[in-house]
């Protein structure tokens, strides 16, 4: 955050390299140890509502959110979940759809404004290699 911004104007940092969870051989199950949420990062000149949204290479919204943005420094953290579902069935364990990965565009729609960083969304790495 050494850069230079002018605090008159809205701006989307850069994200980070995004690592997706590692999913065991067995069942498929995500293991939560092996990723951590990213976070979005944004300067607003003003208080006012934004949307965040992931495209992928299709230019189709796999992903979208609002939140209330304050005049300032924000930071949203994502779980890197795209949907989540719930089930009564016994054994059942796929409760979140996680972005698989990739290149991926993250939009931040503030007021009439877009503005866009290239994401990349790395494989999952077995927390059991050393």
């Given at each position: 955050m050494n850069q230079q911004l002018a605090k008159e104007q809205d701006y989307l940092f850069d994200v980070s390299e995004i690592q997706r969870p590692w999913f065991n051989s067995n069942g498929g199950e995500p293991d939560y140890r092996s990723f951590e949420k990213t976070n979005f990062s944004l300067w607003l000149k003003e208080s006012q509502r934004i949307q965040l949204s992931i495209i992928d290479k299709a230019n189709k919204e796999i992903w979208s959110t609002k939140i209330n943005g304050n005049k300032g420094f924000n930071d949203y953290r994502w779980d890197l979940t795209l949907?989540?579902?719930?089930?009564?069935?016994?054994?059942?364990?796929?409760?979140?759809?996680?972005?698989?990965?990739g290149k991926y565009t993250l939009k931040a729609t503030i007021g009439n404004k877009q503005f866009e960083q290239?994401?990349?969304?790395n494989k999952g790495i077995s927390p059991y290699i050393q």
């Open positions: 949907s989540k579902r719930t089930s009564d069935e016994p054994n059942f364990v796929h409760y979140n759809k996680f972005i698989e990965s290239s994401i990349n969304v």
